[in-house]
């Protein structure tokens, strides 16, 4: 699962970052009650998840959390002690001190290595923001890497950051190539808020995730929430309408085997792997998702972004 938690903050003010409007003194009068109230809310959406899904996600990408002790905070909420996460964070130059991180089930997901990895843009010199996570191990004896993402947005304008987008697609492809080296079999999962759709070019060019499982090449990847963009369905609301942002990219060796039958190639019916966006009416007002702040006036609420899924069943 992919979820961009929308300023997950603690109380505390960072003087290292602009932090400011989330402390008791700031414009949003962030304080403790209102914490609590965010951790309950959001740890709601991760209990309704394992509802759905028969168990919590062995793996969970976030965005927009300002440490690791607000995500410790998270999975200590009671409704997600049966998870038992751990957490993978590390600090970066972000500006308003929002990193990625990631949750892990440490029952299903043995934990071998994570690091940082910084954007090279295509200057060559590094990116002085947000990282991208990486963080490799093994589920049922076979190697995975999870990158997690969140590129920059497009606040600047679309054509004033892209290039940081496709500079961070640009990074990623490259080091999901290295670990392939190193892990010659090793299932890459690529997941975030990504700040363009599956058909712009920093994903379907950049970084060849494919809308068809039928047209992905060796080190290339499938994007599932492509064809799920195309039937209007969205994650996130701006400007009026429904965009997909966030999305989970998975590598080849992850998608079904096929044999040929009389020329054609046809999917064996013994592995699916299908995305969804993941909406309750709980989580929604007026038709768009329950944030927890409209501009400094406290909703109450859970993110401005749903959560997205990927199931993937053994072989």
């Keep these: 699962m992919f979820y961009n938690l929308e300023n997950l903050y603690d109380t505390l003010d ?13 414009d949003k009068r962030w304080e403790k ?8 809310n959001l740890s709601e959406v991760f209990s309704a998840v394992s509802d759905s899904f028969g168990g919590f996600p062995v793996a969970v990408g976030v965005s927009e959390v300002e440490n690791v002790r607000v995500m410790q905070d998270l ?21 308003r001190g929002v990193d990625v991180g990631l949750f892990y089930r440490p029952d299903k997901f043995s934990l071998i290595g994570s690091e940082p990895v910084k954007l090279v ?48 697609a640009d990074t990623v492809r490259d080091h999901a190539a290295a670990m392939r ?19 712009d070019a920093s994903l379907s060019e950049l970084l060849r995730a494919r809308k068809s499982i039928y047209h992905v090449s060796e080190n290339e990847y499938f994007n599932p929430f492509w064809t799920l963009m195309e039937e209007g369905k ?15 990219i998975v590598s080849r060796n992850m998608l079904p085997t096929y044999e040929k039958v009389k ?19 709980f989580m929604m007002h007026k038709g768009e998702p329950k944030r927890s702040y409209y501009g400094n006036s406290f909703q109450n609420g859970y993110s401005d972004h749903l959560p997205v899924v990927i199931k993937l069943n053994n072989r």
């Design 14 to 26: 960072d003087p290292k970052v602009a932090d400011d409007e989330f402390t008791p003194v700031g």
């Design 33 to 40: 009650d209102r914490y609590a109230a965010k951790l309950k």
């Design 75 to 95: 999975a200590a909420q009671r409704r997600m002690q049966g998870a038992h996460y751990k957490c993978v964070h590390f600090e970066s130059n972000d500006a």
């Design 121 to 168: 843009l295509r200057s060559g010199r590094e990116y002085i923001g947000r990282d991208i996570l990486a963080a490799w191990g093994t589920i049922d004896g076979e190697m995975f890497c999870f990158y997690v993402c969140h590129f920059l947005s497009r606040r600047a304008g679309v054509n004033a950051s892209q290039g940081f987008r496709r500079a961070g």
């Design 181 to 199: 080296q190193k892990y010659p079999d090793i299932k890459v999962v690529i997941m975030g808020d990504m700040n363009d759709t599956p058909a």
């Design 234 to 248: 969205g994650t996130s609301v701006h400007n009026h309408r429904w965009v997909l942002y966030d999305n989970i």
């Design 263 to 281: 020329g054609l190639r046809i999917a064996r019916l013994d592995s699916k792997h299908y995305g969804e966006i993941y909406r309750k009416n």
